[in-house]
Every structure is written in structure tokens, then in C-alpha cells.
């Protein structure tokens, strides 16, 4: 065999190795294997199990796994003595559309010449799993500070950062004060020429590689001279596999009544909320995307939808 031929076998992976060992101990050959996984309501190809076996390829996927929990007890091994080595999977699940989350076309338009302005593709290649988003509303019933903890995923290829922004559509507003505080650092800021989309760019601690997922938080603060409409909410480009929104209002200003409002391409569903003596409102949503989903307040009689 040449060293070039060499170079290109698979590397073999922990989970492989054991894999191989096993076999080779038990004298099984990958044909009887398949017939007693077969018999055990388990088939898998020969084909298949030579890739495990080789490190060619991983199982992935319920039966597969579900195979390998039978080849544990059919090679003598331990339970869970192959699982352990499989590690988290390689796949990053459907991804299912993209979609820009509000269906405002000049203001999508303005993401887009933002994120182009930051070095940032459009649409990036990063979908959020998970987004936990608090917002403080302040006394005078003004949004002040929200902040958000993420679990980002990349779809393809390495991601090094993941661009955010922050929309005031009909709002034009100076810059807010940006902040990283865990998962990475925020290495460029730029306010379209609206003023009414800010964005940043949040540098990873470390480059992730599809599938591969990272935890960040960040915040963003608005001084009490600016006035940001009384309303907050989250827009996933994405499916996510959950939204979850946390309102919370000073003691000192509490509504007299709040919408939840779901957006998708679908449909516009708004709810009326109460808060019931409570000081906060949460909305959550699983499985939610593309679209947004925000919480607007106020005093006085509700506005009549338009």
C-alpha cells in the first residue's frame, strides 16, 4: 500500500477502535453480526458496519444507536462500554427554512447592509438553539437594558463570530451601549445610517466547527435620554428549539396591559396578557421559527389593532 493510499484511510476514533477490538476478540465476522442484529430487531448493512468498524463513519440517529446498545450485549462488552466513546453528534439536526423573523422588508434590508458593514455573511451560517432574552423596563416604562444567554450552533463550516443587531424600526435612536458578558468578546460595532438598526459582532472564545454548539451572553443598555418604544422582543432567522421571554418591569411604572405577539410567515397572532399582581410576564415558545415573538405594554386603553 502506498503512503498516499495510508494518508487517506479514515482516523480511527475511539469509538472504532473499541468497536474493532471487540470484534476481533469475539472472532465474530461483520455477516454473523448482521444477522444476529437482524434477529434482535435491529438491521444494519454489512456495509454500514464496516464504517463503524473503520472509523469511516459514526452512528447517528436513534436506530443507530439503538444498534450499537445491541452490539454492546452481542460482543460481551459493558453496557454503555461503546456509547460513552460515541460522543455528542456530528449532525446538526434539520435546520428546516430560513426566513428573516419580521416582515418588514426596508428594515431586513438594513440587517442585511449591517451585517455586510461588520465583515459579517448574510445570512449568517449560525442557528440559535436555545435564547433565554430578559428585558428591564425602567420607571418611566422605557426598555433600559436587556440581555440575552444563547446557545448558537454552527451550520457549516467554522464560525468564529456571530452577528446580532438591534432594531427600532420607526425609532431612529443613537447607539446603545453593547456588551459580551460571557462566551466571547464584542469585536466590531456599526449603527446603519437609519439609526434604526445597531448592530455587533460577538467574537467567539473559540472557532466552532458544523455541528458544534457554544453558550454566549450578551447585553445591551439604553441610557435613560433614549426612549426605545414599549415593546421588546426576540426574531430567529431559524428554527429554534426554544424562545423563552422575561419581562420585567420597575416596581415603580407597572402596565395596564400587554400583548403577547407571535409573528411568522403564516400568521400574526397577538394575546392579551395581565400580569395579575406580578411584576414580570414571560412568553415561551418551542419548536419556534422562522419568525418573532415580543411583549408590548402600556397605560391607559389598549390600542385598537389596526
Not at 455528542?88 to 434590508?109: K, Y
Not at 465583515?119 to 428591564?136: F, K, M, N, Q, S
Request: include cysteine; glycine fraction near 8%.
Amino acid at each position: 500500500m502506498t503512503d498516499e493510499a495510508i494518508s487517506q484511510r479514515p482516523a480511527a476514533t475511539p469509538f472504532a477502535e473499541a468497536l474493532s477490538g471487540a470484534i476481533r476478540d469475539r472472532r465474530m465476522t461483520l455477516a454473523r453480526l448482521q444477522e444476529r442484529l437482524a434477529a434482535h430487531g435491529n438491521p444494519v448493512s454489512r456495509a454500514t458496519l464496516s464504517y463503524w468498524r473503520s472509523g469511516a463513519r459514526r452512528p447517528e440517529g436513534a436506530h443507530s444507536l439503538a444498534a450499537v446498545a445491541d452490539l454492546e450485549q452481542l460482543l460481551g462488552l459493558d453496557d454503555g462500554a461503546l456509547l460513552q466513546l460515541l460522543g455528542p453528534t456530528q449532525r446538526t439536526g434539520p435546520l428546516g427554512p430560513v426566513a428573516f423573523p419580521f416582515d418588514e422588508d426596508p428594515t431586513e434590508q438594513r440587517v442585511r447592509e449591517t451585517f455586510l458593514a461588520m465583515g459579517a455573511a448574510y445570512p449568517d451560517p449560525t442557528r440559535e438553539l436555545t435564547i433565554h432574552a430578559v428585558t428591564d423596563v425602567g420607571p418611566e416604562g422605557h426598555v433600559r437594558r436587556r440581555t440575552a444567554r444563547v446557545l448558537v450552533q454552527a451550520t457549516s463550516g467554522v464560525v468564529t463570530a456571530v452577528p446580532y443587531v438591534e432594531i427600532t424600526t420607526g425609532e431612529p435612536t443613537p447607539p446603545p451601549e453593547f456588551e459580551a458578558l460571557g462566551g466571547g468578546r464584542i469585536s466590531k460595532r456599526f449603527t446603519h445610517p437609519s439609526n434604526e438598526v445597531h448592530g455587533f459582532l460577538f467574537e467567539l472564545e473559540r472557532p466552532i466547527t458544523s455541528p458544534e454548539t457554544m453558550l454566549i451572553e450578551w447585553a445591551v443598555t439604553y441610557p435613560p435620554e433614549i426612549e426605545v418604544s414599549d415593546g421588546s422582543g426576540y426574531g430567529v432567522a431559524f428554527q429554534a428549539r426554544e424562545l423563552l421571554l422575561w419581562t420585567r418591569f420597575d416596581p415603580a411604572w407597572l402596565p395596564d396591559w400587554c400583548d403577547e405577539i407571535e409573528e411568522t410567515s403564516a400568521d400574526r397572532v397577538v394575546t392579551p396578557r395581565m400580569l395579575h399582581g406580578a411584576r414580570s410576564l414571560h412568553a415561551v415558545r418551542r419548536s419556534f421559527g422562522p419568525g418573532a415573538l415580543s411583549i408590548s405594554w402600556g397605560r391607559g386603553e389598549r390600542p385598537t389593532p389596526d
